[in-house]
């Protein structure tokens, strides 16, 4: 059986969005197959408690409040997500 962390049970749907799918929406990357190439790579990870995390698949779900360090070429953004658009 696949294992859901709890805190994931207690989002509703709405309020979550594939990493990749955010990206993209919010113009991090101009498509999202690029978008899902640099989760991918390694060159987006989720910061927790200040501390940059191991890699994440593009699947992985994204809610508000939620940190990202994204880098992209030279640039690298330390980003918390305020909302989520899919468009």
Aim: overall charge positive.
């Amino acid at each position: 059986p696949r294992r859901v962390p709890i805190d994931l049970l207690d989002t509703p749907v709405a309020a979550r969005l594939r990493v990749d799918k955010w990206l993209w929406a919010a113009r991090f990357f101009k498509t999202r197959g690029l978008a899902q190439e640099a989760v991918e790579g390694g060159r987006v990870r989720f910061v927790v408690a200040g501390v940059v995390g191991d890699r994440i698949k593009a699947s992985r779900e994204v809610r508000p409040d939620d940190m990202l360090q994204i880098q992209v070429g030279d640039l690298i953004w330390l980003v918390t997500i305020r909302g989520l658009s899919d468009k």
